[in-house]
């Protein structure tokens, strides 16, 4: 049996692949929420009581943390969830999966790939490299089985995507998109089925375990390059993109808690942000969706809503 905790995008999406390969599927949310279909069970439950994590886990080949906490409410969100998952995956045997992002490493000048250090400050950033290293840390004193796959942001329809959701959804029906950051610097998409094929490949693979692996993804683009690209795959016109300068954003986040806490990740998109997934592509054989069939799927998607 496979535990999923978390229905949104990943989780959903993983959920699926696995229940089409005929695994037996768990999935987890507080109202009990996910994808209805068949080989998926759905049970409602508080992913924070590690007893009762622990008893929807007994007996799983492996436990995926696919939990997203609304951003503003990562410092007091996400470290009981972490640590219940962390009694759960020790007192059943699980392996850990958990599906995580590229905000540890910080600011970077070289995109990222397996010797890039966890050398995030900002609190909320930090947070998600200490969940890693306390998970790392248990790994090593044997008592769970641990390992994460990294994403860059996503790329898919309503896929908490900036992307997607602040570009896409406007520029694919001819409307303006106004969003952040240098609309030219070359920026990783990472698609949600390849963040899920990963998390299967590398829940049962003993190489994949005590380690984080980079989700495979396609070469980088920029928000304006994939805006037209998308467009031109659907036949519509040239998108239209304003950008929004950085003391806007910063005094539309004293009436919004989710713009303001766009102020942390600002970096990635004030510059290029990329990472490198060759080494996970050649130890699993995984191989990244080709840009193209994603733009066109997604911006079909958001003309189609």
């Not at 959903?12 to 987890?28: D, K, M, N, P, Q």
């Not at 007091?76 to 219940?84: E, Q, R, S, V, Y």
């Not at 001819?174 to 698609?191: E, I, M, R, V």
Request: glycine content about 8%; overall charge positive.
């Amino acid at each position: 049996m496979h535990v999923i905790v978390g229905a949104g995008p990943v989780g959903s999406t993983t959920a699926r692949l696995l229940a089409a390969r005929g695994e037996r599927v768990r999935v987890i949310t507080r109202r009990g929420t996910g994808p209805a279909e068949p080989g998926i069970e759905l049970v409602a439950a508080d992913a924070t009581d590690a007893a009762r994590l622990s008893e929807l886990t007994a007996g799983a080949t492996a436990l995926y943390n696919c939990a997203n906490p609304q951003y503003h409410r990562w410092l007091t969100d996400w470290p009981p969830l972490a640590d219940a998952l962390l009694r759960a995956a020790e007192r059943s045997g699980a392996v850990l999966v958990i599906a995580g992002n590229l905000y540890g490493y910080g600011p970077v000048t070289a995109p990222i790939d397996e010797h890039t250090p966890l050398a995030a400050t900002h609190p909320k950033l930090r947070l998600r490299a200490r969940m890693w290293e306390d998970a790392l840390a248990l790994h090593r004193a044997g008592r769970i089985r641990v390992t994460e796959a990294r994403a860059s942001d996503y790329l898919g329809f309503q896929a908490n995507s900036t992307l997607g959701d602040y570009v896409l959804a406007r520029t694919v029906k001819g409307s303006t998109a106004f969003t952040w950051g240098d609309l030219d610097a070359p920026h990783s998409w990472t698609a949600i089925p390849d963040v899920a094929r990963t998390l299967a490949a590398i829940s049962g693979d003993e190489r994949a375990w005590g380690r984080a692996w980079l989700v495979p993804t396609p070469p980088a683009i920029s928000v304006r390059g994939a805006a037209a690209r998308a467009n031109e795959l659907i036949g519509a016109p040239a998108p239209k993109i304003s950008r929004i300068p950085y003391p806007v954003l910063w005094g539309m986040g004293l009436f919004s808690p989710i713009v303001k806490e766009l102020r942390a990740t600002y970096y990635q998109f004030a510059a290029p942000f990329s990472l490198d997934s060759s080494l996970t592509e050649r130890t699993f054989g995984l191989a990244p969706t080709p840009l193209d069939e994603t733009l066109a799927q997604t911006a079909a998607r958001y003309r189609d809503a």
